[in-house]
């Protein structure tokens, strides 16, 4: 259920602005609109220190997103963010080689 998990907003507002800011930057308006209802599904398991992604939708298991799914990178000035998209839709957020994500609630 939806209100599981919580808006991306309200754990990782700082990131939350920047994606805006950074698809606006890109021409990805409708992206920018979506990016501020993401929710927080499931953080990266992978362990590496220098990853901090999450998913923002159940991923479909052990299946690639198939057709429709882009992957957009984006111009930060600190590290690296990516969006796998799916049909318009933000399914997951990498984020790479960046600073501790400030959190405020969980």
Do not use: K
Request: with cysteine; charged share 25%; hydrophobic share 35%.
């Amino acid at each position: 259920m939806e209100q599981d998990h919580p808006l991306v907003r309200d754990v990782f507002p700082d990131l939350v602005a920047e994606l805006i800011t950074l698809l606006e930057d890109e021409g990805e308006r409708e992206l920018a609109s979506c990016a501020w209802d993401l929710r927080l599904v499931e953080e990266c398991r992978c362990g590496d220190e220098f990853c901090q992604s999450f998913q923002t939708t159940p991923h479909p298991q052990g299946q690639p997103y198939g057709p429709g799914h882009r992957c957009v990178p984006l111009l930060s000035s600190r590290g690296m963010l990516c969006l796998d998209v799916v049909d318009g839709r933000i399914m997951y957020v990498e984020v790479l080689d960046r600073p501790p994500l400030f959190r405020l609630s969980r």
